[in-house]
């Protein structure tokens, strides 16, 4: 007969609701300063409740985007982009990074290309303000940049393509005749995470042809 004795089976402290756990650990993060500190040693402390953000009031704003007139009423903190996509229904330009990073959110202020994430709406008043939505989406009406991004397949997931779009437009009022090198300076500041990059650059140097030649300005 063996002398061995089965081993005692060890008690976990949380199958019988107390001692420390999980959920407890979790709650403890959200209270106070030092909240993983606390929540070691204190792990019945609980959530603190959520406190009403403070800000400052909404105040009167006129917009004019793509040739029309708007008349806002928003907080002075409130992005040219959420201002776009939240208040105005432009969603054209996406929201991805919202650091002025990626590019997907190109707007063109002025004739220039902007990270709408970054421009306060405020800061756009009495500025001609325009989106991915200006332009045509008659297929027999496109815009050079629309148009050869098609027979360059310079897309393919899409989500950055309307900021592409925007930002070679602007590039192309300011140089309508660039060398590839130049074309990809340009557009430097926006990013494809589906690599697209050839595509797009050579989409720009057709269109770049013909606006020069007139045919489509």
């Known amino acids: 007969m063996s002398s061995k004795k089965t081993p005692e089976r060890q008690e976990n402290p949380n199958e019988h609701g107390s001692g420390f756990s999980r959920r407890t650990f979790l709650q403890g993060v959200g209270v106070g300063s030092g909240a993983v500190g606390s929540a070691v040693l ?10 009403e953000a403070v800000g400052p009031g909404a105040v ?11 008349q806002v ?19 054209g330009a996406k929201k991805v990074c919202d650091r002025a990073t990626c590019g997907a959110c190109t707007t063109i ?21 325009e ?5 045509s989406t008659d297929d027999a009406r496109m815009h050079p940049v629309q148009k050869y991004f098609v027979e360059n397949d310079a897309q393919q997931c899409g ?12 590039f192309l009022e300011k140089n309508s005749n660039p060398t590839r090198e ?12 589906c690599g697209t ?10 269109a770049a042809r013909e606006v020069k030649g007139g045919r489509r300005a």
């Open 159 to 170: 989500f950055c393509t309307p900021g592409f779009v925007m930002a070679c437009k602007s």
């Open 131 to 135: 989106t991915v939505e200006s332009i």
């Open 182 to 193: 130049q074309v990809e300076q340009g557009l430097s500041g926006n990013i494809c995470r």
């Open 73 to 91: 009423s928003l907080e002075p903190r409130v992005t040219l982009l959420d201002a776009l996509r939240n208040h105005l229904d432009y969603t």
């Open 109 to 129: 202020v002025d004739g220039n290309a902007v990270y709408s994430c970054t421009m306060l709406a405020i800061e756009a008043q009495g500025r001609n303000i």
């Open 197 to 206: 990059y050839v595509g797009v650059r050579q989409a720009v140097l057709d």
């Open 60 to 70: 009167p704003m006129t917009l004019r985007v793509n040739g029309k007139t708007h």
């Open 42 to 51: 204190t792990p019945q402390a609980t959530a603190a409740p959520p406190s």
